[in-house]
């Protein structure tokens, strides 16, 4: 495999595994968005397509631990954090040099 798709590869590797953070950090900028909002998103953002199923999974998944609501609006569901999210995006954004740093280490020879 060439060097370019090593690296996309990496990439769509690290969105996938840090995918339950992308939505939430979206969604403290963005009141309330749809699993296709945020499909689209991770997609023009950082160039990786997520399945519908993978997205909605995770959603429910972080409805049930109590970090997302779910409303109905036009037909749509649309996902927002709980106070219990906001209070656990902010605990990971305000981690970001210690993340930052453990990747580092990861990748040192």
């Known amino acids: ?22 939505i939430m950090v979206r969604l403290k900028t963005c009141s309330s968005l749809s699993g296709y909002n945020l499909i689209e998103y ?3 953002k950082y160039g990786v ?13 972080l409805e ?9 609006a036009s ?6 954090l709980t106070e219990e999210g906001l209070k656990a995006i902010e605990s990971i954004l305000d981690s970001r040099e210690e993340i930052k740093k453990f990747v580092g280490n990861i990748l040192q020879n």
């Not at 798709?5 to 996938?16: A, H, T, Y």
């Not at 037909?75 to 927002?80: E, S, T």
Request: charge should be positive; charged fraction near 25%.
């Open 75 to 80: 037909g749509k569901r649309l996902y927002a």
């Open 49 to 61: 397509l997520i399945s519908s199923g993978t997205v909605y999974s995770l959603l429910y998944s």
């Open 42 to 44: 991770v997609q023009q």
């Open 64 to 72: 049930r631990k109590g970090l997302l609501k779910a409303d109905c």
């Open 1 to 22: 495999m060439e060097e370019r798709g090593i690296l996309k590869e990496i990439q769509r590797s690290i969105v996938k595994n840090f995918l339950d953070t992308v």
